[in-house]
């Protein structure tokens, strides 16, 4: 099973990359449980996750200008 990362709207189509991962069924299940407890969209949610985790590396060392190279 997988899921394709993009909010469906009636505005025109993003000019974002897309990403698409892959994932079993229980996993999509309990992500879906934790964006509606964020009351965000699964897409949403998972780019706050994404965004989140790059902050983190970016303030311990691990994502610095060299490891981008």
């Known amino acids: 099973m997988y899921i394709e990362l993009f ?3 009636t505005e025109m189509p ?3 990359p ?3 991962i892959y994932l079993d ?3 999509k299940a309990e992500l879906e ?7 965000r969209p699964v897409s ?3 780019l706050h996750l994404v965004k989140r985790e790059i ?3 970016k303030a311990s060392g691990v994502l610095t200008d060299k490891t981008q190279q």
Do not use: F, M
């Open 44 to 46: 949403n949610y998972v």
């Open 25 to 27: 069924a229980a996993t």
């Open 18 to 20: 897309r990403l698409t």
């Open 33 to 39: 449980v934790l964006a509606a407890l964020n009351d």
């Open 7 to 9: 909010c469906a709207s």
């Open 14 to 16: 993003s000019e974002k």
């Open 55 to 57: 902050q983190q590396a």
